[in-house]
């Protein structure tokens, strides 16, 4: 069964203080991984696309890499704004359009 | 500007009603879907719609019926509402299937 996992299900971290969240899958001929950003009271908002493995996206203090098992969000130097729940997901190959999410990586990061 | 709308934020009601959630998207995208939040703030896809036609259909109760009258709307209604159906239910939107959806920011239900 397609799965996805994320660890760990909290992050407390100082402000400057980098850190990496991670997402296993179980998925043959993954048709993409996705980061996305939640906060309260709000949708997820998207971050980035890795298709296959050695890839690396970048965008401000996030950093995303791509293996053939699992995907890791980089955060160097984060601020009190980053704070979040962070989701990942994954497109199957067997369903068009299907996205399975993890259970996301609720960060505080603490001035 | 807002790129996917839901309406309304907040829906209370009594267990046995018959309720909708309404969808816009003005991204010119293809593809729309509904999720489902959990108290875990586990997302589980329900639907998903191509141009109009039904192209997932997840293991949920029949009383769960989704509507596009055209590629721009998607609503959801449900009868019979149900204690177990309270949760946050989000629609999103993708310019082809396999691309980043994007998420409108949630209809929160609570069956009384």
């Known amino acids: 069964e397609d799965q996805v996992t994320q660890s760990p299900e909290a992050l407390r971290l100082q402000e400057g203080e980098s850190s990496s969240l991670n997402c296993s899958y179980t998925?043959?001929?993954?048709?993409?991984l996705f980061w996305y950003r939640q906060d309260p009271g709000k949708g997820p908002e998207f971050l980035f696309t890795?298709?296959?493995a050695g890839e690396e996206k970048e965008k401000e203090r996030l950093k995303a890499t791509l293996t053939k098992k699992e995907s890791f969000l980089h955060i160097t130097a984060p601020k009190p704004e980053d704070s979040a729940t962070y989701l990942c997901?994954?497109?199957?190959?067997?369903?068009?359009?299907?996205?399975?999410f993890g259970q996301g990586t609720t960060l505080q990061v603490k001035p | 500007d807002t790129a996917v709308s839901q309406t309304p934020k907040y829906l209370v009601t009594q267990m046995g009603n018959d309720k909708s959630i309404k969808c816009e998207q003005n991204?010119?995208?293809?593809?729309m879907y509904w999720y489902k939040q959990d108290s875990k703030k586990f997302l589980k896809i329900m639907f998903s719609?191509?141009?109009?036609?039904?192209?997932i259909n997840e293991t949920v109760p029949n009383r769960f019926s989704p509507k596009s009258p055209d590629k721009a709307h998607l609503n959801l209604h449900i009868n019979s509402l149900e204690l177990g159906d309270s949760a946050v239910y989000f629609c999103?939107?993708?310019?082809?299937?396999?691309?980043?959806?994007?998420f409108g920011d949630g209809t929160r239900l609570s069956i009384l």
């Open positions: 719609y191509n141009n109009k036609e039904l192209i």
């Open positions: 998925v043959s001929g993954l048709r993409g």
């Open positions: 890795l298709y296959s």
């Open positions: 991204l010119g995208h293809d593809t």
């Open positions: 999103a939107s993708s310019q082809v299937e396999e691309g980043p959806q994007h």
């Open positions: 997901a994954v497109h199957p190959p067997s369903n068009t359009g299907k996205l399975i």
